[in-house]
């Protein structure tokens, strides 16, 4: 079978698109493998195919009935895979790649403050696009699963990785896919960390884990006056390995330095709503939306098209 296809990325993070618009592409972990093998394949930390959410729903997953119920607009989903063929329930690059994929295909319109509602495993995200060709993405609802006892106590978890003599504490974060995340005290230690290996995690997690191992840098004031955070992030994927980029990654961390820098802080109210986040594909925008949502904006990138024989 030959399959057209587009590679894409955001800030690094780089994925085979695939356009199933009839919604009867039926990918095996293994054809997944082949298209995101770098020697073999196209290449890619990961497989993105768009499909009506309809037909996703008819081949039975429940998540994009939900979506349907939720928004009856949301008429394309995302079903995204890992590079080792693995699905996973969200993908904050792979959402504003993809909503750059359905502009290139012709399936919605953007500018003029045109909005994109797509379902994913995750439920529904809406997509819009900045000034300066940013996406900006509304990530819905994020959780600390392990409520506020582990915010107050800095950590629910524990991480060990390669070059380390102890475990260090981590705090788990959910925006649909599972996060725990680690602070460094330095950037020299986050630069000189060996992520080849798959970090271990105390208690493992059910399902897995993305790791992220971050830096804060403080907060700094922007040219137009407000307050903003800085962090610096590498991340271990799951289902991918050390990649240049997590979208949703980017926002569990700003969301967990921003809990420690509270937890810290004379004023919480006062520690910023805005974070830049420094990954080493580019740099991710992170804001505490009200109701409880997280926005992530950056940019989306299409590279080249081509076939591909499955
Ligand atoms: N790179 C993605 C996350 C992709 C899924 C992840 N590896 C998982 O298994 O949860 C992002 O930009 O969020």
Same mark, same amino acid.
């Given at each position: 079978?030959?399959? $057209? ?7 690094? *993070?780089?994925?085979?698109?695939? /356009? ?38 008819? #081949? ?6 939900? &979506? ?8 394309? =989903? ?5 590079? +080792? ?9 792979? &959402?504003?790649? =993809? #909503?750059? =994929? ?6 919605? +319109? ?6 994109? /509602?797509?379902?994913? $495993?995750?439920?529904?995200?809406? &997509?819009?696009?900045?000034? *300066? ?17 582990? &915010? ?9 990785? /390669? ?13 649909? *896919? ?12 986050? +630069? ?41 992030? $590498? ?22 330095? $921003? @809990?420690? @820098?509270?937890?810290?802080? #004379? ?32 940019? #989306?990138?299409?590279? =080249? ?6």
């Amino acid at each position: 079978m030959t399959l $057209r296809f587009t590679k894409g990325h955001g800030t690094h *993070n780089d994925f085979v698109l695939v /356009a199933d618009t009839r919604g009867d592409l039926d990918l095996t972990p293994q054809q997944v493998q082949h298209l995101a093998d770098r020697r073999g394949g196209i290449g890619g930390d990961g497989v993105v195919r768009l499909a009506p959410t309809a037909a996703v729903a008819r #081949a039975g997953e429940p998540a994009a009935d939900a &979506v349907l119920a939720e928004e009856p607009e949301a008429i394309w =989903f995302m079903d995204y895979r890992n590079s +080792d063929g693995t699905v996973a329930e969200m993908c904050g690059n792979g &959402v504003r790649v =993809f #909503a750059a =994929f359905a502009e290139n295909l012709g399936l919605v +319109d953007l500018s003029d403050g045109g909005e994109l /509602a797509l379902g994913t $495993r995750g439920g529904v995200k809406r &997509v819009r696009k900045e000034p *300066n060709g940013w996406y900006a993405v509304d990530m819905g609802p994020w959780s600390f699963p392990g409520g506020p006892e582990a &915010v107050a106590a800095g950590a629910d978890a524990a991480v060990m990785t /390669a070059g380390w003599d102890a475990p260090r504490p981590a705090l788990s974060v959910d925006l649909g *896919n599972p996060h725990t995340v680690v602070a460094l005290s330095r950037p020299a230690e986050l +630069d000189a960390l060996d992520l080849t290996r798959t970090p271990a995690v105390d208690p493992p997690p059910p399902h897995g884990t993305n790791v992220e191992l971050v830096v804060p840098l403080g907060e700094e004031t922007t040219p137009d006056g407000a307050t903003v955070g800085r962090v610096r992030m $590498r991340v271990h994927e799951r289902g991918v390995g050390e990649t240049q980029s997590c979208g949703t990654g980017a926002c569990a961390a700003a969301l967990a330095v $921003r @809990a420690w @820098a509270a937890a810290g802080a #004379a004023e919480p109210d006062l520690v910023p709503t805005t974070w830049f986040v420094e990954v080493p594909g580019g740099e991710l925008r992170v804001r505490l939306l009200d109701g409880g949502h997280v926005e992530l904006a950056g940019p #989306a990138e299409l590279v =080249f098209s081509g076939d591909v024989e499955l």
